[in-house]
């Protein structure tokens, strides 16, 4: 299993390279030209040339890869050419918010659908089912940026109880969380159903496997099995969706802090395509996808402690 | 192996078999007919008509113009002239929304066509050439894309090339089409250990025909699977990136830009976002059924049940 975890551990490192090559490889193919975005109406021939040689841009298509590679390794991503500001702090000021949505979103969808999937599996016929049946259906039917919209609708526009705008006072947890409240909602329905089901699926899968009858054979009591033997196999699905499913998170947290409009990475991204800063675009796609390459060596990894049955070659 | 192939030959397929070729017509209706027998599918297919039906004669369909402005009646609610009322430019919805089903089709087929032929190709490559350098190469290639949150790839793809309807469908087959080689290659690796495979290498084929008369042709149920649900996410994103501003531009009537107009005027003509809102829904809930019973009806173990 070690082996396994190595192998799978350093083949993350040929991949981000080639993300930081694809990366680098979109800001050549972009159109315009950096300096005059930067400079506006004052662009004399002189100002452009210095900027064009401070950031690298008269020289040969390599050599920039190769500064652009240096930099990141450093942990220099560049300056944003609107604001001046280095795009290193201007993500770190827009992560915490992105964490806090997602992290959140995701462990209360989690608790929720595991719990649902479970109580739906353990009791066959009970309204529960009906119940994650019609919310994985409405996870399904309703994308995450058209919930936010409609919940926006709803609690901020047709019965104004939620605040609809910002992330909330820095400093005042109350705020915060009453404006975490929808956008935490909307993001976070769709992985409700899906993972009530999957847990369904699963959990029945097991509740008919052999040890389980052996446990009830033993005597053990029917919530011991059911929730410290049989869930523990039954999440394993889970683990590797929500490993895959941080990429789609953090997707969707860029429609929903549009929406809400948090600071947060999405936000940030967005913003800067549409200003055509795109230092500030490469940087904030690069630290979204090194989170989601994180995420999934992590479930990976956890999948094959959860599952010792699993051989790995 | 050589005496292994030799006599694989010899067993194998008498020739009149061997020469015989399904119409690929009589898959499709024989697929067809297998998925509407299971429950959700019907359903799911008949919204998927509608929706086609509306995408091919929207003219015909829309009550109006689906750019007619009438500013006399702007943001006017539904009523009998205007089913679904009208936007902030006296715009009439309904138009607009049966019109905007041409956009989502488009981009739905649009992209899982490119993204399947590219991704399908590469995966049975690799597949087939397991183990070599070429293999590697290609897995590493669909594993940097697969890096990436997939729509914040498409946005980035999208700033570069710049907002339009086919740039959109370029972006998001760009990042869809490692999904399939996934899925191509895993099948491919347990396809090319079947006797036909090896009777194909045995009478000398090139690579090439191989993978395209006698691979291909038998790995694409799961990939057929794949297609439905992919469609439906497609149609998702193309209306995430319009509504960002960065997909479908104005005054195209797509779903994702009434939406973005209706998140506008929320306040006070909520109808603006609602009926775009329902129009992504019911696709969504279509291609989920239809892919469902897809996935049932192309796999064995499913259908005994």
Redesign the interface.
């Known amino acids: 299993m070690l082996k396994y975890i190595i192998k799978r551990a350093l083949?993350v490192i040929?991949?981000?390279l080639?993300?930081l090559i694809?990366?680098f490889g979109?800001?050549y193919?972009?159109?315009g030209d950096p300096a005059s975005a930067m400079l506006g109406p004052r662009a004399t021939p002189e100002l452009v040339a210095e900027i064009n040689q401070r950031m690298h841009l008269d020289r040969a298509m390599p050599v920039r890869l190769g500064y652009y590679l240096a930099g990141v390794v450093k942990g220099d991503l560049g300056t944003s050419v609107w604001s001046g500001h280095k795009v290193s702090s201007l993500l770190a000021e827009a992560l915490p918010h992105t964490a806090l949505l997602a992290l959140t979103s995701l462990g209360i969808a989690a608790v929720i659908g595991i719990l649902l999937g479970a109580f739906a599996a353990v009791r066959r016929n009970s309204p529960i089912g009906g119940c994650v049946t019609i919310v994985s259906?409405l996870g399904?039917?309703?994308?995450d940026?058209?919930a936010a919209?409609?919940l926006?609708?709803l609690f901020c526009?047709?019965v104004p109880i939620l605040p609809a705008l910002g992330a909330g006072t820095p400093g005042d947890p109350v705020d915060i969380l009453m404006h975490l409240i929808l956008p935490a909602t909307a993001l976070g329905i769709g992985w409700v159903g899906y993972l009530a089901r999957l847990t369904r699926e699963s959990m029945l899968d097991v509740l008919d496997s052999d040890y389980i009858r052996t446990s009830r054979a033993f005597a053990i009591p029917g919530k011991t099995i059911t929730y410290r033997y049989a869930l523990k196999n039954a999440v394993i699905p889970s683990i590797t969706v929500i490993g895959l499913g941080?990429?789609?998170l953090?997707?969707?947290a860029?429609?929903v802090e549009?929406?809400f409009s948090r600071p947060g990475l999405?936000k940030l991204?967005?913003d800067s395509?549409?200003a055509?800063d795109?230092p500030v675009?490469?940087g904030?796609?690069l630290v979204?996808?090194l989170l989601?390459?994180l995420a999934n060596l992590i479930a990976d990894i956890s999948y094959a402690f959860v599952d010792p049955r699993i051989q790995y070659e | 192996m050589n005496t292994e192939s030799t006599q694989q030959t010899e067993v194998g397929c008498p020739p009149g078999q061997l020469m015989f070729k399904r119409k690929w017509t009589d898959t499709l209706r024989v697929t067809f007919r297998a998925v509407i027998k299971v429950k959700g599918g019907l359903w799911g297919g008949i919204f998927i008509s509608i929706m086609l039906i509306c995408a091919i004669g929207a003219q015909w369909i829309a009550p109006s113009d689906p750019n007619a402005q009438d500013i006399m009646s702007r943001f006017a609610a539904p009523s009998r002239d205007h089913f679904f009322g009208t936007d902030y430019l006296g715009r009439d919805i309904f138009s607009r929304i049966v019109y905007g089903c041409r956009i989502a089709v488009l981009v739905a087929f649009g992209t899982v066509t490119f993204s399947s032929v590219i991704g399908v190709f590469l995966g049975v490559v690799s597949g087939y050439n397991e183990g070599k350098k070429l293999d590697y190469f290609i897995i590493?290639?669909f594993?940097?894309?697969r890096?990436?949150?997939?729509?914040?790839?498409a946005?980035?793809?999208?700033?570069?090339l710049?907002p339009s309807l086919f740039n959109v469908v370029i972006a998001l087959a760009f990042t869809a089409f490692p999904f399939y080689g996934r899925i191509a290659r895993a099948q491919t690796l347990s396809v090319k250990q079947a006797d036909y495979v090896k009777a194909a290498e045995a009478m000398g084929l090139k690579p090439f025909q191989i993978i395209m008369r006698h691979i291909t042709p038998n790995i694409m149920a799961p990939v057929i699977v794949c297609l439905g649900m992919d469609m439906a996410t497609m149609i998702?994103w193309e209306?995430?990136l319009s509504?960002?501003?960065?997909g479908v531009r104005p005054p195209e009537a797509s779903w994702g830009i009434m939406?973005r107009n209706?998140?506008k005027y929320?306040?006070t003509s909520?109808w603006m976002?609602?009926w775009p809102?329902l129009a992504?829904?019911?696709a969504?809930?279509a291609f989920?059924l239809f892919s469902e019973g897809l996935r049932v009806a192309l796999d064995p173990k499913e259908r005994e049940r």
């Open positions: 083949w040929p991949t981000l080639g993300v694809l990366l979109l800001t193919l972009m159109p259906l399904v039917a309703v994308p940026f058209v919209l409609l926006m609708l526009v047709l941080v990429g789609k953090l997707g969707g860029v429609f549009i929406i999405g991204i967005v395509v549409h055509r795109f675009v490469q904030g796609i979204a996808t989601f390459v | 590493w290639l594993d940097i894309i890096s990436f949150p997939q729509i914040i790839l946005l980035g793809i999208v700033a570069v710049g998702v209306s995430g509504f960002l501003g960065l939406l209706g998140y929320m306040q909520p976002l609602l809102a992504i829904s019911l969504m809930i989920s």
